[in-house]
């Protein structure tokens, strides 16, 4: 059972606008959720990361937002660049070691 | 900067053949992690080990085993690979000094073509 979904497998987005890729959960016992990012034919590469007691974390154009009562999670990129296209991975902490993924969203920004 | 390697980045098996995809790290990570990524279903962990000699199996164990005889090194084994096991095969590392929020370091992946 998924305990971590992503529910869009793909998004398009301009550059300069804004990405907002989401991730929804089931267990209300994750205590951190991270962000990866993996380009083709390489490892996934941490982006940010946010404590379940948290409900934002910035890190330059990217945002973190935890919403614990929708148990919902999303990214935002702003301003979005071509560089950014790549698959994202949300992903959850249970009890400190074990980690859950999502599917992954495909992310394309156009020029 | 921590490195995680993988011994092969695209490898070609026959059905029946005895596979083993290689990892080392290079940070004196305790724990290592073999994660397989398939379209549609995200990473799913196979095998993960919190220290040397110590293994536990993941979400999906079956027709996999793992060896960790050292440190810094964390091996994956088909004993008999299958067509179903083409896939692309992630390790990775995390150090527990870092507590919850130790992140996972993966490698760059190893894909597995099963004919």
């Known amino acids: 059972d998924q305990q971590v979904k992503q529910n869009s497998p793909s998004l398009s987005v301009q550059e300069g606008r804004i990405s907002i890729l989401n991730c929804d959960y089931t267990?209300?016992?994750?205590?951190?959720f991270l962000w990866y990012k993996k380009y083709p034919a390489e490892g996934p590469t941490f982006l940010i990361s946010i404590s379940s007691i948290k409900d934002k974390n910035e890190d330059g154009r990217f945002t973190v937002f935890l919403n614990k009562s929708a148990k919902h999670l999303s990214l935002h990129i702003v301003p979005s660049q071509p560089g950014d296209s790549a698959v994202y991975f949300c992903?959850?902490?249970?009890?400190?070691?074990?980690?859950?993924f999502g599917t992954g969203t495909s992310l394309t920004v156009i020029p | 900067d921590v490195k995680v390697t993988q011994s092969s980045r695209y490898l070609v098996k026959r059905t029946g053949e005895k596979v083993f995809l290689e990892c080392v790290q290079d940070m004196d990570h305790e724990n290592m992690f073999w994660y397989r990524q398939d379209p549609g279903l995200g990473l799913r962990l196979i095998y993960f080990?919190?220290?040397?000699?110590?293994?536990e199996k993941g979400d999906i164990p079956e027709g996999y085993s793992v060896s960790r005889e050292k440190k810094e090194r964390f091996s994956l084994i088909l004993e008999s690979a299958s067509t179903n096991q083409t896939s692309m095969y992630l390790c990775?590392?995390?150090?527990?000094?870092?507590?919850?929020?130790?992140?996972?370091?993966f490698g760059e992946g190893s894909r597995l073509t099963v004919l």
């Open positions: 990775a590392s995390r150090s527990m000094a870092s507590g919850f929020t130790g992140e996972l370091f």
């Open positions: 992903a959850a902490i249970l009890a400190g070691n074990q980690f859950y």
């Open positions: 267990n209300s016992m994750f205590d951190y």
């Open positions: 080990s919190y220290d040397v000699k110590m293994k």
